[in-house]
């Protein structure tokens, strides 16, 4: 993935064969500031919409956000400044420790889906009869709306007449009302969020496992090197940048997972065993109207996401591409 | 985010994916791309070789069956009678099929406003915001403006921020202005451009000469004459599978549809069938819920099915899932 720096200098893409000395940034900045006005002006219409979107719908409300989040504030009246109560609040508030611990339980499900997706990846990447039959299939769930997957499983977890209890029952297994009960209801959800998203990370893996150099697995069996070493010693430091944009894109998602918590468990759970944080937010800005302490909330979860996104962007920037 | 392609394919020619394309194969299944290193393969396609792949092969089959089991099951409840959907044993098909059910639905239901809107929402959203992104790709990659790259940096710092840190106060402000329960609240943030989609374009335009921008100047177009003419037919399948990916998202979204459609005559799909699932669960209604909920995921399946093969290699190449 290599990338000419020359278009991202500030002054834009030098013309091939015009490449000028040392020099330039002093004096060539300013003379191309003169010559290209007309081009500046121009380019910056076309950015000019992204831009202004970005400032109106992301700059102004996450200073709007940081400002009510030290508010006491229904959303309708004034603004009454209470500094740090609503993050003090926080820390004695035991639905949202208890929503925060449900969001990062539900992240279990993240290495059991990775596992689960490089052995898929692995199978099909042999000479298997129906592979892109397979492929297809295992990629449905992905595309599919997550409200009408989690509809559907909210019915499937019913334990009278459930699918799932059903086919349990062909086994001789009395499975539980899933969603009714503490014990079960987060592993019930992490089972669908792995069926859903073991699509998406099979592809990449896919993509990955098919890239790794067939002569290294040679010279591995030449070696004498059984199929679990060329495993472990070639496929997963091979597959290992994926594996970690994978897990980093699945803590941003699995942060915000709101969807099918809300569907299936309107409640928030037996006990508040399924409320995720964004589910928690929700309904306390949305049905409490206690809109500054829901800011501040959402302000902790915005925090925890961007040092995860950070994350990724540096190593990634490490691996790919470079932006300056 | 191209990190994830550690191949050989570099990102920034996608057209030479075609070639390279890892999930091409023949009906029969034989991989056409490992190229050089099939005869080795085939040289050791022993008969072990081959009982471990009829043994994958049950395994996947296997799986592929629990994959597809809870949507076929969401089709035949919704053709059972409810007395079949809670009998015991189980009714795998109904005797008499309901098909009726996917025609009462429409009239029982709010669900043909609820396609409506979320087409509303999808396609203007997507159309809009494809040519705002595309227009300042190009910007960012091949034109000349100061400061570009602290622009470039502050796009894509914004998009680290996630949605729901952001749902209050945007909440706030559209409720000043009156736009709760309409879909401008939907619509208008996501025209100014996907940035998402200016980052892959960009990406696609390095390796695009300057000298051919810089050509088209000297012989006298205008700027926009250069995007349309010169730089749109570049980058567009790289537009379009970027374009099914986020009309696919922006079908499926859930969160900010809930929060500002009330009136049932506004909702969005999605919300419609959320709704049913509550109103008609305690009539025990399931086969329409059932119904609803098959036909609402069914244009994404089928746009799905017939652009996979675009959508599988823009999803293996990029790591965005739309």
Same mark, same amino acid.
């Given at each position: 993935?290599?990338?000419?720096?020359? @278009?991202?200098?500030?002054?834009?893409?030098?013309?091939?064969?015009?490449?000028?000395?040392?020099?330039?940034?002093? #004096? /060539?900045?300013?003379?191309?500031?003169?010559?290209?006005?007309?081009?500046?002006?121009?380019?910056?219409?076309?950015?000019?919409?992204?831009?202004?979107?970005?400032?109106?719908?992301?700059?102004?409300?996450?200073?709007?956000?940081?400002?009510?989040?030290?508010?006491?504030?229904?959303?309708?009246?004034?603004?009454?400044?209470?500094?740090?109560?609503?993050?003090?609040?926080?820390?004695?508030?035991?639905?949202?420790?208890? /929503?925060?611990?449900?969001?990062?339980?539900?992240? *279990?499900?993240?290495?059991?889906?990775?596992?689960?997706?490089?052995?898929?990846?692995?199978?099909?990447? #042999?000479?298997?009869?129906?592979?892109?039959?397979? #492929? @297809? *299939?295992?990629?449905?769930?992905?595309?599919? /709306?997550?409200?009408?997957?989690?509809?559907?499983?909210?019915?499937?977890?019913?334990?009278?007449?459930?699918?799932?209890?059903?086919?349990?029952?062909?086994?001789?297994?009395?499975?539980?009302?899933?969603?009714?009960?503490?014990?079960?209801?987060? +592993?019930?959800?992490?089972?669908?969020?792995?069926?859903?998203?073991?699509?998406?990370?099979?592809?990449?893996?896919?993509?990955?496992?098919?890239?790794?150099?067939?002569?290294?697995?040679?010279?591995?069996?030449?070696?004498?090197?059984?199929?679990?070493?060329?495993?472990?010693?070639?496929?997963?430091?091979?597959?290992? +940048?994926?594996?970690?944009?994978?897990?980093?894109?699945?803590?941003?998602?699995?942060?915000?997972?709101?969807?099918?918590?809300? *569907?299936?468990?309107? @409640?928030?759970?037996?006990?508040?065993?399924?409320?995720?944080?964004?589910?928690? *937010?929700?309904?306390?800005?949305?049905?409490?109207?206690?809109?500054?302490?829901? @800011?501040?909330?959402?302000?902790?979860?915005?925090?925890?996401?961007?040092?995860?996104?950070?994350?990724?962007?540096?190593?990634?920037? #490490?691996?790919?591409? /470079?932006?300056? | 985010?191209?990190?994830?392609?550690?191949?050989?394919?570099?990102?920034?020619?996608?057209?030479?994916?075609?070639?390279?394309?890892?999930?091409?194969?023949?009906?029969?299944?034989?991989? !056409?791309?490992?190229?050089?290193?099939?005869?080795? !393969?085939?040289?050791?396609?022993?008969?072990?070789?081959?009982?471990?792949?009829?043994?994958?092969?049950?395994?996947?089959?296997?799986?592929?069956?629990?994959?597809?089991?809870? &949507?076929?099951?969401?089709?035949?409840?919704?053709?059972?009678?409810?007395?079949?959907?809670?009998?015991?044993?189980?009714? &795998?098909?109904?005797?008499?099929?309901?098909?009726?059910?996917?025609?009462?639905?429409?009239?029982?239901?709010? $669900? &043909?406003?609820?396609?409506?809107?979320?087409?509303? %929402?999808?396609?203007? %959203?997507?159309? &809009?915001?494809?040519?705002?992104?595309?227009?300042?790709?190009?910007?960012?990659?091949?034109?000349?403006?100061?400061? =570009?790259?602290?622009?470039?940096?502050?796009?894509?710092?914004?998009?680290?921020?996630?949605?729901?840190?952001?749902?209050?106060?945007?909440?706030?402000?559209?409720? =000043?202005?009156?736009? %709760?329960?309409?879909?401008?609240?939907? $619509?208008?943030?996501?025209?100014?451009?996907?940035?998402?989609?200016?980052?892959?374009?960009?990406?696609?335009?390095?390796? %695009?000469?300057?000298?051919?921008?810089?050509?088209? =100047?000297?012989?006298?177009?205008?700027?926009?004459?250069?995007?349309?003419?010169?730089?749109?037919?570049?980058?567009?399948?790289?537009?379009?599978?970027?374009?099914?990916?986020?009309?696919?998202?922006?079908?499926?979204?859930?969160?900010?549809? $809930?929060?500002?459609?009330?009136?049932?005559?506004?909702?969005?799909?999605?919300?419609?069938?959320?709704?049913?699932?509550?109103?008609?669960?305690?009539? !025990?209604?399931?086969?329409?819920?059932?119904?609803?909920?098959?036909?609402?995921?069914?244009?994404?399946?089928?746009?799905?099915?017939?652009?996979?093969?675009? $959508?599988?290699?823009?999803?293996?190449?990029?790591?965005? =899932?739309?």
């Amino acid at each position: 993935m290599s990338q000419t720096t020359d @278009t991202v200098t500030d002054d834009g893409p030098a013309p091939a064969g015009s490449s000028t000395p040392p020099a330039r940034r002093t #004096r /060539s900045a300013k003379d191309s500031n003169r010559l290209h006005r007309t081009e500046h002006r121009w380019a910056l219409l076309f950015v000019a919409a992204p831009v202004v979107g970005f400032l109106t719908f992301t700059l102004y409300p996450i200073l709007f956000a940081l400002y009510a989040s030290f508010t006491s504030w229904n959303g309708l009246g004034p603004m009454r400044f209470i500094g740090l109560d609503n993050y003090a609040a926080l820390l004695q508030d035991e639905y949202f420790h208890q /929503s925060l611990f449900n969001t990062l339980f539900y992240m *279990i499900g993240i290495p059991i889906g990775l596992v689960l997706s490089l052995l898929l990846a692995l199978a099909l990447n #042999r000479r298997i009869v129906g592979r892109t039959a397979f #492929r @297809t *299939i295992y990629y449905v769930p992905v595309i599919s /709306s997550l409200a009408a997957i989690a509809i559907v499983w909210q019915f499937a977890y019913n334990g009278d007449f459930g699918l799932v209890n059903q086919v349990l029952a062909w086994f001789g297994i009395d499975g539980p009302d899933w969603l009714q009960n503490t014990a079960t209801v987060k +592993p019930a959800l992490i089972i669908l969020a792995v069926w859903k998203g073991l699509g998406f990370s099979m592809l990449l893996y896919l993509a990955a496992v098919q890239s790794v150099p067939q002569s290294l697995y040679e010279a591995a069996s030449l070696d004498g090197a059984n199929a679990f070493q060329k495993f472990r010693t070639i496929t997963v430091p091979m597959v290992r +940048p994926v594996t970690f944009f994978l897990v980093i894109t699945n803590i941003i998602a699995g942060a915000q997972i709101f969807t099918e918590i809300n *569907i299936m468990t309107p @409640t928030g759970g037996p006990e508040f065993s399924s409320a995720s944080v964004v589910w928690y *937010i929700v309904r306390k800005a949305f049905q409490y109207q206690q809109m500054g302490y829901a @800011t501040a909330m959402a302000i902790v979860l915005g925090l925890l996401v961007m040092i995860v996104t950070v994350i990724q962007f540096r190593l990634n920037r #490490r691996n790919s591409f /470079s932006i300056d | 985010m191209t990190s994830i392609d550690p191949g050989p394919v570099p990102a920034t020619a996608p057209a030479v994916l075609a070639g390279a394309d890892p999930t091409g194969t023949d009906p029969d299944g034989a991989p !056409r791309t490992i190229g050089a290193s099939m005869p080795s !393969r085939q040289g050791s396609a022993t008969s072990e070789n081959r009982v471990v792949n009829a043994i994958l092969f049950v395994v996947l089959a296997l799986g592929a069956v629990v994959m597809i089991a809870p &949507l076929l099951w969401m089709f035949t409840t919704a053709v059972k009678t409810t007395q079949e959907v809670f009998a015991l044993p189980p009714v &795998l098909w109904p005797s008499e099929p309901q098909w009726d059910t996917f025609v009462r639905m429409w009239t029982e239901a709010p $669900i &043909l406003s609820g396609f409506r809107n979320s087409f509303i %929402v999808a396609t203007t %959203v997507t159309v &809009l915001g494809s040519f705002t992104s595309a227009l300042a790709a190009f910007a960012l990659a091949k034109m000349r403006l100061p400061h =570009k790259n602290v622009i470039f940096l502050a796009l894509l710092s914004g998009i680290m921020i996630p949605f729901p840190t952001l749902m209050i106060p945007q909440f706030v402000m559209f409720s =000043k202005i009156g736009w %709760v329960d309409t879909l401008l609240p939907l $619509i208008v943030p996501a025209v100014f451009g996907n940035i998402i989609m200016v980052f892959f374009l960009r990406q696609y335009l390095e390796s %695009v000469p300057n000298s051919v921008v810089e050509a088209a =100047k000297i012989d006298g177009a205008s700027y926009f004459q250069i995007f349309r003419v010169m730089i749109l037919p570049i980058i567009r399948p790289a537009i379009a599978a970027q374009f099914i990916l986020w009309f696919m998202t922006v079908w499926n979204d859930y969160l900010a549809p $809930i929060l500002y459609l009330n009136s049932e005559e506004k909702q969005t799909l999605q919300v419609v069938i959320a709704n049913l699932n509550v109103e008609f669960a305690t009539q !025990r209604d399931y086969p329409l819920i059932m119904a609803a909920s098959f036909v609402a995921l069914l244009p994404i399946v089928i746009v799905f099915l017939i652009f996979q093969r675009q $959508i599988i290699e823009s999803v293996a190449l990029t790591g965005t =899932k739309g």
